[in-house]
Every structure is written in C-alpha cells, then in structure tokens.
C-alpha cells in the first residue's frame, strides 16, 4: 500500500523546457515505428495541429504517473515562488511517447513531450524556461491539481536540483 501513497504524492507532470516546432515529430518519424498503427485518433489530430498563441510545447522527462490526455490542471508549480506558484487553468492537449510518437497518455517511466494550453495564456514566468539545447534540466516548473499542491511542494523542495532529463 505504501506505493499507493508515493504515486499519489507524485501526481504532477513537470516541466523541465521549452521545444521549437522543430523537434517535434515528422510523419517520417513516426512512419518508422512499424508496429504502430499509422492512422490513430492522436496522430490524425498531431498531424492536422497547428499552434495557438496559448499553447506551449515542453519537454516533462519522464512520466512520473500515468495519465491520460487530455488532462486538466489547475495549478502551476514554481519552485522560485515563495507561494508555490499559480492558480492558472490549463490543459495537457497531446503527448509525444520518447518525443517521437503521439500517445493519449503520459506513459510511467518514459520520456514526454507535451503540448499545453493555457486557458488565458502562458504566464509571464514560463518564457523564463530555456530551449531543450540550452536547459539544465532541473526542475522549477509543473501542472498540478489545486488540492495536491501542498504534499507536492513540501516533498520537491527537498530535491528542487534534482535533474529529471
């Protein structure tokens, strides 16, 4: 039972940096995953998605919990912040498995990229976020819930240098 309670004490998505446009899949890259089906819900909608002013595409490492997208959140942690963060709407809209093929989930254990939306635009704070070539890979920023954000805080101020990449 004590496992229940670490992974419900972990239930944030975190985001270590931003990704240009670039680095995101091509058809090409994910035609190469042969024992993917090709024409799946999540990659016809990746394929067909263009960019909104408020949506931001990271890097979160590795999937801390399952979840599945889209999922919402309430909350942005900010490890700089002496309140913790934000109250902030947003939206995880699509992941990328190992940033190379869409998924509709957050996979346990394996590098994500997401796409996020934030309801009424990316706070000032997230364009303090470096570019994948230039990021330590540390943790400041990550989606929560509201009401799991204070067991999340007490528990990443201890490994606030902790690199998740």
Request: aromatic share 10%.
């Given at each position: 039972?004590?496992?229940?309670?670490?992974?419900?004490?972990?239930?944030?998505?975190?985001?270590?940096?931003?990704?240009?446009?670039?680095?995101?899949?091509?058809?090409?890259?994910?035609?190469?995953?042969?024992?993917?089906?090709?024409?799946?819900?999540?990659?016809?909608?990746?394929?067909?998605?263009?960019?909104?002013?408020?949506?931001?595409?990271?890097?979160?490492?590795?999937?801390?919990?399952?979840?599945?997208?889209?999922?919402?959140?309430?909350?942005?942690?900010?490890?700089?912040?002496?309140?913790?963060?934000?109250?902030?709407?947003?939206?995880?809209?699509?992941?990328?498995?190992?940033g190379m093929l869409p998924l509709n989930i957050i996979d346990l254990g394996y590098k994500t990229s997401c796409i996020i939306e934030f309801e009424n635009g990316i706070p000032d704070r997230i364009n303090?976020?470096?570019?994948?070539?230039?990021?330590?890979?540390?943790?400041?920023?990550?989606?929560?819930?509201?009401?799991?954000?204070?067991?999340?805080?007490?528990?990443?101020?201890?490994?606030?240098?902790?690199?998740?990449?």
């Amino acid at each position: 039972m004590q496992n229940d309670k670490i992974l419900v004490e972990d239930k944030f998505v975190p985001i270590l940096c931003k990704l240009p446009k670039e680095m995101l899949p091509t058809i090409e890259i994910i035609n190469q995953f042969e024992k993917a089906e090709k024409n799946t819900k999540e990659i016809v909608k990746y394929l067909n998605w263009t960019k909104s002013d408020n949506e931001i595409i990271t890097y979160n490492g590795y999937g801390m919990f399952e979840l599945e997208i889209p999922a919402n959140f309430d909350f942005l942690i900010d490890l700089k912040d002496p309140n913790g963060g934000i109250e902030i709407k947003s939206i995880i809209k699509q992941t990328m498995w190992n940033g190379m093929l869409p998924l509709n989930i957050i996979d346990l254990g394996y590098k994500t990229s997401c796409i996020i939306e934030f309801e009424n635009g990316i706070p000032d704070r997230i364009n303090e976020l470096s570019y994948y070539a230039d990021s330590d890979f540390k943790l400041r920023f990550a989606l929560c819930n509201k009401s799991d954000k204070e067991i999340i805080l007490n528990k990443r101020k201890t490994v606030a240098n902790t690199v998740y990449n």
